[in-house]
């Protein structure tokens, strides 16, 4: 890494198809980061690469939710850019508007696979490569729900609230490699997930839709590169709320 910080940086954004990590690979590509785009829709992710107007963008196709593949991704990092220096572990699914006593045991397994067992994944294989470099920022996405319980988003707000938790073990863990660990929590942001859930939720009858203004992906992106500047190297174990003042104000 030279000059801002990020110029030449192996990075990985998972997510990278779509919404807020589209927008973090493409901030990231116009600071001259070399991004390994990972996503597992394979058009999406061509869409991103072909909207690079820095850096060019490499892509990965990988569901996150299986070990193996997020063991793929890294070392596709590896192997193209070098050993990952940043990494935006990003991707998710707005899980079901349902209640606990309707949600299925395969639809909450599915939930924790994607939102929660990926987060580990990645954690556990990029970590080595920022230990043995001395250095690495690592940026989780959690959420409001991080923070706050809602009816009828039960695998979603348990997901949300377990990364913040293992953002905060990993942190604690690299601090002493000099590798900081944050977990970004948005509120509402205008992507296709928050599309998509509203229609699920309109069409279960459940009034858990959120109803107040979003944000943009890249004003979310806006976030995640300060996070993961390596010159605030004291911001770390931190949940950050970029939600409008959602979680923290009446
Ligand atoms: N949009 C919001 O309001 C909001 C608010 C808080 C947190 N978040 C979180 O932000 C993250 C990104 O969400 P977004 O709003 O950009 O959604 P999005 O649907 O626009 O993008 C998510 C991307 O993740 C990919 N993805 C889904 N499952 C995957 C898997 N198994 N393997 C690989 N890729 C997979 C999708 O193909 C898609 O490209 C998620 O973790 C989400 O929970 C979103």
Redesign the pocket.
């Known amino acids: 890494m030279t000059g801002n910080g990020f110029f030449g940086a192996s990075t990985i954004v ?8 589209r927008a973090v690979a493409l901030a990231l590509s116009d600071a001259g980061a070399r991004v390994l785009a ?4 394979t058009s ?1 992710l061509a869409v991103t690469s072909e909207r690079a107007t820095g850096a060019p963008i490499v892509t990965f196709t ?4 299986v070990a193996q593949q997020v063991r793929g991704y890294v070392n596709a990092a590896i192997e193209t850019h070098g050993p990952p220096e940043l990494f935006f572990n ?5 899980g079901h508007a349902q209640p606990i006593t309707e949600l299925s045991l395969q639809d909450w397994a599915s939930v924790i696979d ?2 929660l067992n ?1 987060v580990f994944w990645g954690l556990k294989f990029v970590l080595p490569h920022m230990y043995a470099a001395g250095r690495g920022a690592i940026v989780n ?5 991080s923070l706050q319980g809602a009816a009828d988003r039960a695998d979603y707000v348990a997901t ?1 609230h377990a990364v913040l938790g293992l953002t905060r073990c990993a942190a604690a863990e690299a601090r002493k490699n000099r590798v900081k660990v944050n977990c970004l929590c ?4 205008n ?4 599309a ?1 859930f509203r229609s699920a939720v309109s069409s279960a009858g459940s009034d858990s839709a ?1 109803t107040t203004s ?1 944000a943009t ?1 890249q004003e979310i992106a806006e976030t995640v590169l300060f996070l993961l500047r390596p010159d605030v190297p004291f911001l770390t174990g931190s949940a950050v709320s970029v939600d409008g003042g959602m979680a923290g104000l009446f």
């Open positions: 998972t997510g990278a198809g779509s919404g807020i990590g990972v996503d597992i829709d999406r990988a569901d996150v939710s990003n991707a998710g699914v707005a994607t939102n990926s996405t959690g959420s409001i729900a949300k948005p509120g509402p942001v992507t296709e997930m928050v998509k959120p979003m992906p």
